[in-house]
Structures are given as structure tokens and as C-alpha cells.
């Protein structure tokens, strides 16, 4: 099949195009890197995209995830809400898809949730408590009513192989070893994903995907590692891990820190259906975190 992952240079982005590297795949980037250019925003180019590429799944994980600063930046709801629109709407304006219309894997996050009962299976009710979130929702929700050949991904705390070393893990690392302090909430659980482990699973429920869409209850599927922590239980382990000082590290209360966006506290997903349609369980953080130090070669 022709695979087009739209937001190549994300984490989840990088990690498919690893993930797809003996398939036929073309990778799209907003504004730089070698590849195709491409701005979600923009339903022209989204169009000309589709029509020159004809692709059979569409992955996007492109996305506007500074929770922050989604609460006060109107991009996010541009790309986050919009662009998925203007794939939707390319899709049903191109003769071609009008009998067999691509797979479109769009991605969401826990953080659809109010966090009161986490970790979250597919069927539990959605009561999001930050503009990030809300948008996530409206997403799900535009894709879910005007299109039918879909699967929603819900993932949460995704680190891994980053080319801008821009997770949660890396900067932790960096910053540690520098000496510095850092605040990690002690209240905020979650269910951290590997990003490697997250596309191979991806894949794993696109090569059963008639299987999938005849047993399915829902279009979608959680996709994160199977450990349940606090960020400050997920912090003492990286810092076991990669060698740092776990006495620079300070637990405060997630309130303690000012920022623009609440976060949901009891959060993280639950993964026994990706487990049943893979046929293996997913990473445990502690087992990832192993590897991406290998990864990395530290």
C-alpha cells in the first residue's frame, strides 16, 4: 500500500517513517527537512497533495501539542481541528476515492479525558479540561461524522528517537546531568509510550485491519506503554536508567506549577485491545526506556 504520514518530523511521525522504511512511503514536513512540504492549514495544498499522491492510509500525526500554549495560540485549533478537516473534505472532492476512500489514522491523546479515573479504556466517556483536549475531542468527533474508513489512535507521554530531542525524557536527561534542578508533579499518572513501540503496534493493526474492522466495537484504539506511574516515578527511572541524579529531581503537586493548561491527574490509557489485535503486550516504560538509552548510545 502507499502510505502518506502527514507531520513526518514529530515523534510519532519519525517513528512511522522508520516503522515503514520497506514500504512505499512519503513523509510531508511544514517548514523544513528534506521531504514534502506541506501546510495542514492550507486546504489547496492538502488537495493537490492527495490528488498527486493518491495514497491508500493516511497517517496523521501532525499536530499543535504545546498544551500551554493552546489555550491562548489559534494555530492549534487551526491544525489540530481544521487540518484533519481539509484531509476529510480533500478525500470526498478526489473521483478517484469515491468507491474505495483511504484509511485515515488520525491520533488523539488522553487527554480527551477530566483525569478523575484513569487509565481510560475506548469506551469511556470524554470530559476534556484544556483547550488541547477539547480540540482532540472536536477532532475525533468531525472524523468520526463525515467520514467512515477511520481508526482514532489515543496515545499519551510519547518519547523516543527525536531529531529536535524535544521529549520529556531527553530534556530531563539534558538538564540533569547539567546539574539542574527539576519540578516533576507527583500527582499526574500516566501510561508512558515508546515511540518505536507505538508505530510497530500501529502497524501491526494495519495488517489486521480486516480483522479489526469486523470485530471492532469502536474505531478506536489506545496505543500506549503498559506501565501505569507518576511523572515523578517515571522521572526516578529515567534517572536509573541513563546514570542521573535522582537528588536533583523535586515532587510537587501539579497545582504547584503555573501553567496556562490543567492537566488531568488520574490519566494514561489502558491497552488490552491493541494487546488482543497484536497479540503481545506493550512496552512497560522501564523496558522502553532500556532501549532508547541503547538507542541512543548512552
Known amino acids: 500500500m502507499k502510505n502518506l504520514v502527514i507531520g513526518a518530523s514529530g515523534q510519532i511521525g519519525q517513528a512511522l517513517m522508520t516503522s515503514l522504511k520497506n514500504f512505499e512511503a512519503i513523509g510531508t514536513y511544514c517548514d523544513h527537512e528534506a521531504g514534502t512540504q506541506l501546510d495542514i492549514t492550507d486546504p489547496k495544498a492538502v488537495h493537490k497533495l ?165 470485530s471492532r466495537s469502536t474505531h478506536i484504539i489506545n496505543i500506549s506503554g503498559s506501565g501505569v506511574c507518576s511523572r515523578y516515578e517515571f522521572a526516578q527511572e529515567i534517572c536509573k536508567v541513563f546514570g542521573c541524579d535522582s537528588n536533583l529531581l523535586r515532587p510537587v503537586r501539579s497545582r504547584a506549577i503555573h501553567r496556562l493548561a490543567n492537566r488531568p491527574l488520574l490519566a494514561g490509557l489502558k491497552t488490552e485491545k491493541i494487546s488482543g489485535i497484536i497479540n503481545k503486550n506493550m512496552l512497560h516504560y522501564s523496558e522502553a526506556l532500556e532501549k532508547y538509552r541503547n538507542k541512543l548510545g548512552l
Not at 501532525?62 to 476529510?88: Q, S
Not at 483547550?131 to 518519547?159: C, D, P, W
Request: aromatic residues 10%; negative net charge.
Open 50 to 214: 492527495l490528488l498527486d499522491v493518491r495514497p491508500e492510509v493516511i497517517f496523521v500525526p501532525a499536530a499543535f501539542t504545546n498544551v500551554d500554549a493552546c489555550e491562548v495560540d489559534g494555530r492549534a485549533f487551526e491544525i489540530n481541528v481544521n487540518g484533519i478537516k481539509n484531509i476529510v473534505d480533500s478525500i470526498h472532492s478526489i473521483k478517484d476515492y469515491h468507491h474505495k476512500q483511504p484509511l485515515v489514522v488520525c491520533f488523539s491523546s488522553d487527554y480527551v479525558f477530566d483525569g478523575k479515573a484513569g487509565p481510560y479504556d475506548e469506551h469511556n466517556i470524554v470530559n476534556p479540561i484544556n483547550t488541547y483536549g477539547k480540540q482532540k475531542v472536536l477532532a475525533e468527533h468531525m472524523l468520526a461524522t463525515t467520514y467512515s474508513n477511520f481508526i482514532i489512535i489515543r496515545t499519551t507521554g510519547v518519547f523516543g528517537p527525536d531529531i529536535r530531542n524535544k521529549n520529556f525524557v531527553i530534556r530531563l536527561v539534558q538538564n540533569l546531568k547539567a546539574g539542574k534542578t527539576a519540578q516533576i508533579p507527583e500527582d499526574e499518572i500516566g501510561t508512558p509510550t515508546y515511540s518505536p513501540n507505538l508505530s510497530e503496534a500501529l502497524l501491526g493493526v494495519i495488517e489486521n485491519v480486516g480483522l479489526f474492522y469486523r
